[in-house]
């Protein structure tokens, strides 16, 4: 889960990071009234959860409170990469003599957080890590023990700070480590962290992206998710505790497994078929959940046909087929179904289904085959 | 012969009392598995399983009074890592943790705690072992496999049971199937695994489950092709996955270039491995 910038240096602030003065703005009124606050010169700051806000026209320097307001009014009605701009974030503008980028993330290869830092601040460190990747300095922290004083000198030199800032800098790595840690981010990334006329330095814009399975351990940021981040379907599948991604293809999947719907996906593509959406419906395949997920599968109006792939092992298929009869006649689907069960009594089960004239198959090759003929439109033989 | 697990294993299920574990706790016992013990804090002095299987309070308990070589942890996630460390803590050298959505900071904890010990970790987020027609530790269906000379190891769940599915079908048995599991950290990776397969004297060749996320199949690709002498084959799920999205698994993403199917393919193919164009054609490329 992604924290806006402003939601993200509020947690800085908290952990003594400095960050410019400013408050949200939901309309240009407002930011008028924030820049006159901040005495007139402000940077009007989109709040939308994408990278490339400022390529976007999402971010403005206005010299007055009107050109604020002015300037407010157009980021407030723009959409950014697809999602609206609901909020500005109206900061003071700062005398910036140098850009930093300073983020934690967590390095998969070593199992470890991982503390990043350039000189080259204030653009994408992607593509920095790309093409100078000798401008970018790493150190590895142990989670048992934390970032150490040490280790964040080490990166300062690393980067070559000068030496006047090394304190600052230390200081900064060290509270956006606790950051981290006890918000249990994924991310936290201060981009860029800025160096001022006067050498003080200040979070200029802020990331925290949150790791889903521990909000259970922090109800308050739960809270602050932004309905926008997600499509709605996505939203409502994850209610039902469903994971789904929606494509743009027209072979709507169910299947039990993310690494087998992947597949599932993957060997529809490969038939020159274009799956619509990914869709993991769990263990077992309930009924309540299986009626959820097709609702969700078929909201989409370009989905022609579904294919439910359901590798029950233990499962016992005939139940496995009463849940998706009862399902259909909950939801009435009215393009083609295709399913293809495995497991315990998997024969009873695609007799059932074959008999509420649903398409079955025994293989995944033949099902997806069946249904990418569905979704062409070619006519299919019912078998039995 | 296999890896991991064998018909010595003495096992332990952390979490028996739950759901999940009694149920699967039940199907191991059916297989075959010695299921020695099962810890539930609060319900030790129980019996379960048809008043086969002593319940312990503690790991340490269980431990002293069965002599249990391995522990499979059914504990939800909020209490996985605890699980994990309390058995690693009591001596329990081999750990299975089946329990999907443990927040990743925990597992940093735990990796770094089991680092330097003798303790060999598998998952979490993973369907377990299965060593047909002798031991299996967690979920995999016993009746999808048979023995034989193939080693499998996999990042997915059903994914697997599709291409065990697909093997049986032709008459080709396995060795060890090992789920390593489909979150972003965890304890055993496929080169420990491919290690251990390689050091077996019945795994004749291996076949390799990844998807997308991360560079562990790269990885892979490179230890097969300076150590591995066994013939190795692979699918890669994922490659209709789009950037910037989790496909399910904690782990399955593709993020700022990196981790994608085509490089994983690539990688793999490079190093002479052949890549299935889907599960069920796995069988198509093993030696014969």
């Not at chain 1, 994971?243 to 027209?250: E, N, P, T």
Request: charge should be negative; proline fraction near 5%.
């Amino acid at each position: 889960m992604k924290l806006h910038e402003y939601r993200s240096k509020q947690i800085f602030a908290r952990y003594d990071i400095p960050i410019p003065r400013g408050r949200v703005a939901m309309t240009a009124g407002e930011a008028r009234a924030i820049a006159e606050e901040l005495g007139g010169r402000a940077v009007i700051k989109a709040q939308v959860l994408v990278g490339g806000r400022g390529k976007a026209g999402g971010i403005r320097l206005a010299q007055s409170p009107e050109e604020a307001e002015e300037l407010a009014t157009q980021v407030l009605g723009m959409h950014i990469k697809g999602l609206p701009v609901r909020k500005v974030l109206v900061d003071q503008a700062a005398d910036i003599q140098t850009e930093i980028y300073l983020g934690l993330t967590n390095d998969r290869a070593t199992g470890s957080p991982v503390l990043i830092a350039s000189a080259e601040g204030g653009i994408d460190i992607e593509e920095v890590a790309r093409v100078r990747p000798e401008k970018i300095a790493r150190v590895w922290v142990d989670p048992l023990l934390g970032l150490r004083t040490y280790q964040a000198r080490n990166l300062a030199a690393g980067m070559e700070l000068p030496r006047a800032h090394w304190g600052q800098f230390t200081d900064i790595a060290r509270a956006l480590y606790r950051v981290y840690k006890q918000t249990d981010a994924s991310l936290a990334e201060i981009n860029p962290l800025v160096i001022l006329g006067g050498g003080s330095m200040l979070a200029l814009d802020g990331k925290i992206v949150l790791d889903d399975n521990a909000l259970f351990r922090h109800p308050e940021l739960a809270e602050l998710r932004d309905l926008d981040e997600e499509a709605a379907s996505e939203r409502e599948a994850r209610k039902y505790g469903l994971s789904y991604v929606k494509l743009d293809g027209d072979v709507g999947c169910m299947v039990n497994g993310a690494g087998l719907a992947m597949a599932t996906m993957d060997v529809i593509q490969h038939l020159g078929g274009r799956p619509a959406n990914f869709l993991d419906v769990g263990g077992g395949a309930p009924a309540e959940k299986v009626a959820a997920a097709l609702e969700i599968i078929l909201s989409d109006r370009n989905v022609r046909v579904v294919l439910l792939n359901i590798f029950g092992g233990i499962t016992r298929c005939d139940e496995v087929a009463r849940g998706i009869l009862m399902a259909m006649e909950e939801v009435k689907p009215q393009v083609p179904m295709v399913a293809r069960l495995v497991g315990t009594n998997e024969e009873e089960g695609r007799r059932l289904l074959a008999e509420a004239k649903m398409i079955t198959a025994t293989s995944l090759l033949e099902g997806a085959e069946r249904a990418v003929a569905a979704a062409k439109g070619e006519a299919i033989e019912h078998p039995g | 012969m296999s890896i991991l697990a064998d018909r010595r294993t003495r096992l332990l299920v952390q979490g028996i009392t739950g759901r999940e574990g009694l149920f699967h706790a039940s199907q191991m016992l059916e297989y075959g598995t010695q299921v020695v013990a099962g810890v539930s804090p609060g319900k030790g002095g129980e019996w379960v399983l048809g008043e086969k299987v002593p319940v312990f309070d503690t790991v340490e308990s269980a431990l002293t009074a069965t002599g249990a070589n391995c522990s499979v942890i059914f504990v939800p996630a909020r209490a996985a890592a605890d699980a994990m460390l309390e058995a690693a803590d009591a001596g329990v050298p081999l750990l299975v943790c089946i329990t999907e959505g443990i927040p990743v900071q925990d597992m940093m904890e735990v990796r770094a705690y089991l680092t330097g010990r003798e303790i060999r970790l598998v998952g979490p987020n993973c369907p377990g072992l299965l060593t047909p027609g002798e031991c299996k530790v967690g979920i995999i269906p016993g009746h999808i496999a048979i023995p034989g000379p193939v080693g499998v190891v996999s990042r997915s769940g059903t994914l697997t049971y599709e291409v065990l599915y697909a093997l049986k079908q032709r008459g080709i048995g396995v060795s060890t199937c090992v789920g390593i599991g489909g979150d972003p950290i965890n304890g055993t990776n496929f080169i420990d695994a491919l290690e251990m397969f390689e050091a077996d004297a019945h795994t004749e060749q291996v076949v390799l489950i990844g998807e997308i996320g991360g560079t562990a199949e790269e990885r892979a690709a490179e230890f097969i092709s300076d150590h591995l002498t066994k013939p190795a084959v692979a699918f890669i799920a994922g490659q209709t996955a789009p950037p910037g999205k989790r496909m399910g698994h904690a782990g399955a993403i593709v993020e700022g270039g990196e981790g994608t199917a085509a490089d994983k393919i690539e990688a793999l193919t490079a190093v002479g491995v052949p890549v299935a164009e889907h599960p069920e054609a796995i069988p198509d490329l093993l030696k014969a």
